[in-house]
């Protein structure tokens, strides 16, 4: 390719909306340009990486036993009511209709159209373990479309959905899907990790996330500092300390408390602290009144609590409800002579003595409240955010948080979709099962601005080998009109890496070198050649790593081999 005739508008000023590295160089380099609000066009560059990609994603879920295929973008609103989800998935479905009026959605993932092909298709115990994929177009009505390429509305996804005659077989699908995704991840040059990741009502290690390690991160890591645990901070878990309290239960008082709101104005005004406090938020659970206890210094995690009430929306119940549920306003309320109120308790409080909580009365708390003895506890859970520091529930060394992003998700489904949508098969006994199925994603364009957030320095992007756009720059310092030999060596050379499947632009834009350099820093071409009249009298021609800033000057009859053996490319790649 000559960059004479590239389409990669390069832009020297930050566009304002990009926040993060990954958008703005993408944006910077010409890789990107945006159409509407999180719908982008790929431009010819960004496109490149995109295919290699989805190319080592394809070869890795071919070996693993995956065949390709191609689902519709545009699915009947029918399928999405049979399993349940046109009513659940809410705004970000995104709904149309065609000229009869018909409903239908554009697919935001494809669990409803695959198993409704598959319960149709597929007859026998014979004909599973069965897994299909795709790379396609997906589109979610995002509430907050934002960093160009990590939170699109219509961005580009593999997904994979695994079909197996029972538990044993989705067992051995997931192992070989985590394995293919720890081998995609590897490949594209990146530093992850697989996290225990949130699996909505189901429960246990069912899932896993493919965290990216990135300060840009919108996800939270939890992770051990001594042994292999990792978890999402959306489920993540810390050691439950069961020792009882020795203190002598005192006798339950209500203290008066003016303008004490906050756990913070609390433990001011009555000199104790925040462990020794009780919190009560309460919650909207879909039509439900529900109370969440904990201790004053720890935080609800609302994931966690949603899993347990099962429901489809939690939010902060108002004012106005509180009042009519409790008599009492926000700040005051307390589990003390609470009833007929489903209160989930903490698994922590019940390890509590002569607490603090809110006397459900304005300006005023109990002191030297006993869970149990005070108040009954029904049902305790986990219903915590566990925050760095705190300590490994396997191993009990220190927990440490990192932020993350998720590159892909893998997932047990069990037989929640083969229910809902009629996935059965004869056994050996001519007997009717369930398909037991699993379901697997990538977002493609998420991965490549993940690649860019771990590889990046002032002057631009530095693309890992394996989905670098191009390899190599080859530079001639002067233009064409002053100093023709530079060009023509430059040419050469060019004509010979071409010659030899290596991926390279040639720079024969008439431009000042500040601003070839410029470009070929900004794109990321893993090596610049540079063709200049001081090494060319020697027969020599300068070779700079992007990642390293290393230089090397070589003779040019040995640049193509010097290449090749810097990229040490398998021998049938190159495009
Ligand atoms: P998130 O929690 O970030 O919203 P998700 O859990 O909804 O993602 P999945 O349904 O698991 O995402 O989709 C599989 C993969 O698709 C994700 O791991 C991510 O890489 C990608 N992905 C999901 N939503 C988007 C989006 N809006 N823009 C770009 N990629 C996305
Ligand atoms: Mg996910």
């Keep these: 390719m000559r960059a004479s005739q590239m389409f990669a508008p390069t832009l020297r000023e930050i566009p304002a909306e990009a926040e993060i590295v990954s958008h703005q160089l993408l944006m910077r ?116 479309p934002r960093f160009g390429l990590m939170r699109g509305r219509e961005f580009i996804m593999k997904d994979m959905y695994s079909f197996d005659r029972d538990q044993e077989g989705l067992e051995e699908s997931y192992r070989l899907m985590y394995q293919a995704y720890t081998n995609i991840f590897t490949r594209c040059g990146l530093d992850f990790r697989p996290v225990v990741a949130d699996n909505g009502a189901i429960g246990g290690d069912a899932s896993h996330e493919f965290m990216v390690l990135a300060e840009s991160g919108e996800a939270g890591i939890i992770y051990c500092s001594s042994c292999s645990y990792a978890a999402s901070s959306e489920v993540a878990e810390a050691y439950l300390d069961r020792t009882p309290c020795n203190e002598i239960p005192g006798e339950m008082k209500e203290v008066e408390t003016p303008h004490c709101k906050t756990i913070e104005d609390l433990t001011r005004f009555l000199n104790v602290s925040p462990e020794k406090t009780i919190k009560t938020l309460c919650y909207q659970a879909d039509d439900q009144f529900v109370l969440a206890v904990i201790r004053g210094d720890r935080t609800v995690n609302e994931i966690k609590l949603k899993n347990r009430l099962g429901c489809l929306e939690l939010t902060m119940a108002s004012d106005e409800v509180i009042k009519k549920y409790l008599d009492s306003p926000a700040g005051y309320v307390g589990p003390v002579g609470v009833k007929n109120i489903r209160m989930i308790v903490d698994r922590e409080v019940p390890f509590l003595a ?222």
């Design 29 to 144: 380099s010409g890789m990107l340009r945006k159409v509407a609000s999180g719908v982008y066009t790929y431009m010819p560059l960004a496109w490149r990486t995109m295919k290699k990609i989805m190319d080592i994603i394809r070869e890795e879920m071919d070996k693993a036993g995956c065949q390709e295929l191609m689902l519709p973008v545009v699915h009947p609103a029918e399928l999405w009511q049979q399993s349940g989800r046109w009513q659940v998935y809410g705004d970000e479905l995104w709904r149309l209709h065609d000229r009869h009026g018909r409903d239908f959605c554009l697919g935001p993932t494809h669990e409803e159209v695959i198993t409704d092909l598959v319960a149709r298709e597929i007859k026998s115990y014979k004909q599973l373990p069965l897994r299909l994929y795709q790379i396609q177009n997906k589109y979610r009505d995002e509430r907050r």
């Design 354 to 575: 002569n607490a603090v909580c809110g006397a459900n009365k304005e300006h005023y708390h109990l002191i030297n409240v006993n869970p149990d003895r005070d108040f009954s506890i029904e049902e305790t859970a986990d219903i915590r955010l566990v925050e760095e520091g705190e300590i490994c529930p396997e191993c009990r060394a220190k927990l440490l948080s990192a932020r993350g992003i998720e590159v892909g998700q893998i997932f047990k489904l069990g037989t929640k979709y083969s229910e809902s949508m009629g996935a059965k098969y004869l056994d050996e006994n001519g007997k009717e099962q369930l398909m037991v199925m699993g379901c697997y994603g990538i977002g493609v364009g998420r991965t490549m601005a993940a690649a860019i957030e771990q590889n990046y320095d002032a002057d631009g992007i530095i693309w890992p080998m394996a989905i670098a756009p191009y390899h190599v720059v080859v530079v001639p310092v002067s233009d064409r009109d002053r100093e023709p030999e530079q060009m023509q060596a430059a040419t050469k050379i060019y004509q010979d890496l071409l010659a030899q499947k290596v991926e390279v632009v040639l720079d024969d834009r008439k431009e000042r070198p500040g601003v070839k350099f410029k470009d070929a820093d900004l794109i990321g071409y893993p090596l610049r050649i540079t063709v200049g009249s001081k090494t060319l009298a020697e027969g020599k021609v300068e070779v700079k790593m992007r990642a390293t800033g290393d230089v090397h000057y070589v003779e040019l009859d040995r640049v193509v081999a010097f290449v090749k053996e810097k990229l040490n490319l398998p021998e049938e790649r190159g495009f």
